[in-house]
């Protein structure tokens, strides 16, 4: 079976600061995708990053970065400098092939907040 | 840009009514998807399509059918509804299965 962990419920950081926010997974399968979705307040989800699994490079998007770290099945996303903006709810998700090809299954979310 | 639009924003709904949520796509999407996501569980798949009139079972299809008459649109149906299914409902849409999923806006759905 598939699952996602994300250990950190909320995490609260100030302006400007860096973050890591965390995931764990399992996967029997060698060939997988990850993401992490960002869900701003009462807004739609959009999509942050994705790193597919048999790239050993870390996807980076601006101040979004990942530490995929394969062997351990770890997947933070690192944000820079954070700004405002980047309060949120954070979920990693898993798409697993070709077990659970047709499907994402994810984290329970983290909340972020920064402060001003 | 894609859009993915849901029927309603908010909804009030007794138990035991029929009630139906609606999902619109304009890009084309083989892939419809219906979540609902609740405190501390993230999001769980319901059910999902990749056709117009094919639809499979997600991880908590109990309670709930659905419906894909045409290709751009995909309901989501609780046939008689419970206090248990209030939640927030999240429908998506995606290219392939491997691809980013581009979600609605989410219907607050409460059953009293």
């Known amino acids: 079976a598939q699952t996602v962990t994300q250990s950190q419920p909320e995490m609260s950081v100030q302006e400007a600061e860096t973050v890591t926010l965390s995931c764990t997974y399992d996967?029997?399968?060698?060939?997988?995708?990850l993401f992490w979705y960002k869900q701003p307040p009462s807004r739609q989800m959009i999509l942050v990053i994705r790193?597919?699994?048999?790239?050993?490079q870390n996807a980076t998007e601006n101040r979004f970065s990942v530490n995929f770290q394969k062997a351990a099945k770890s997947f933070s996303l690192k944000i820079s400098d954070s700004q405002l903006g980047d309060t949120a709810m954070y979920f990693c998700?898993?798409?697993?092939?070709?077990?659970?090809?047709?499907?994402?299954?994810f984290g329970q979310g983290t909340r972020l907040t920064i402060n001003p | 840009d894609v859009k993915v639009t849901q029927s309603s924003r908010y909804l009030v709904k007794r138990t035991g009514e029929k009630v139906f949520l609606e999902c619109v796509q304009d890009?084309?999407?083989?892939?419809m998807f219906w979540y609902r996501q609740d405190p501390g569980l993230g999001l769980r798949l319901i059910y999902f399509?990749?056709?117009?009139?094919?639809?499979e079972k997600g991880d908590i299809p109990e309670g709930y059918s659905v419906s894909r008459e045409k290709k751009e649109r995909f309901s989501l149906i609780l046939e008689s509804a419970s206090t248990n299914q209030t939640s927030m409902y999240l429908c998506?849409?995606?290219?392939?299965?491997?691809?980013?999923?581009?979600f609605g806006p989410g219907t607050r759905l409460t059953v009293l």
């Open positions: 998506a849409s995606s290219l392939g299965f491997r691809e980013q999923q581009f």
């Open positions: 996967t029997s399968e060698s060939n997988y995708y």
């Open positions: 790193q597919e699994a048999y790239k050993q």
């Open positions: 998700a898993l798409n697993s092939l070709p077990q659970g090809a047709q499907k994402l299954v």
């Open positions: 890009m084309d999407h083989e892939n």
């Open positions: 399509s990749y056709d117009v009139k094919m639809k």
